[in-house]
């Protein structure tokens, strides 16, 4: 049983084109994380979201925190060639153990 | 800086050997730990450290150990490696265990068990 499940697991798109990934689970965390990662590398930090809903922007990136702190959605204005990746979220259940959703696998195509 | 360094990038191992992966950081972090990524699972939490000296288990730690004896390095040992341990294993380090801290990745080693 995966304990944060995210939607959809796979999003092909045209550039241009806004979409929106969710994250959700039935556990509160203290904080939740968005990760992406490229083929061949780590995941690698976007942003991280502490309090219940609470919205940070980074650039065409919208990250939003679920009011009781168990779900997120990642929103993408005008998604670019260069979006393309692997969209991990991950809950911090404290010393740094990090739950995984399964991932996001997202092509934006030009 | 070097970050997070992993090695080795690819290996292929028989059923029933043994084989280390190393993880060695240089950014004086405290919290290390290790994943394994499977295809539809995400990452999943193997084993983890918060400091030289002290291990714990995480959610999938059968058929793997480790060891912490310095702050640097932290890997990852598989006594009798299986098929189902076929994975792409990344290692992370972070600086403390706050809810804003990030979790610096490896590259990953992608293991293949025949």
């Known amino acids: 049983t995966q304990l944060l499940e995210q939607s959809p697991q796979f999003l092909s798109i045209q550039e241009g084109e806004n979409l929106t990934v969710y994250c959700n689970s039935s556990s509160v965390f203290s904080s939740l994380q968005w990760y992406r990662q490229e083929p061949g590398e780590g995941p690698v930090l976007l942003v991280t979201v502490v309090t219940g809903g609470e919205v940070k922007k980074l650039k065409r990136l919208t990250f939003q925190f679920g009011d009781a702190r168990k779900d997120s959605s990642l929103h993408i204005t005008a998604a670019q060639p260069g979006d393309t990746g692997l969209y991990l979220c991950?809950?911090?259940?404290?010393?740094?153990?990090?739950?995984f959703g399964q991932g996001t696998r997202l092509t934006i195509n030009p | 800086n070097a970050g997070v360094t992993q090695t080795p990038k690819f290996q292929v191992l028989k059923t029933g050997q043994s084989m280390t992966l190393q993880c060695a950081q240089d950014?004086?972090?405290?919290?290390m730990s290790w994943y394994r990524q499977d295809p539809g699972m995400g990452l999943r939490l193997i084993h983890y450290s918060v400091g030289a000296g002290i291990t714990d288990q995480g959610e999938v730690p059968n058929g793997y150990n480790v060891s912490r004896s310095t702050t640097e390095d932290f890997p990852l040992r598989l006594l009798s490696a299986a098929p189902s341990q076929t994975s792409v294993y990344f290692c992370a380090s972070s600086y403390g265990q706050g809810m804003n801290t990030e979790a610096f990745f490896g590259q990953g080693t992608r293991l293949t068990v025949v």
């Open positions: 950014m004086n972090h405290e919290y």
């Open positions: 991950a809950g911090n259940q404290g010393a740094q153990k990090l739950v």
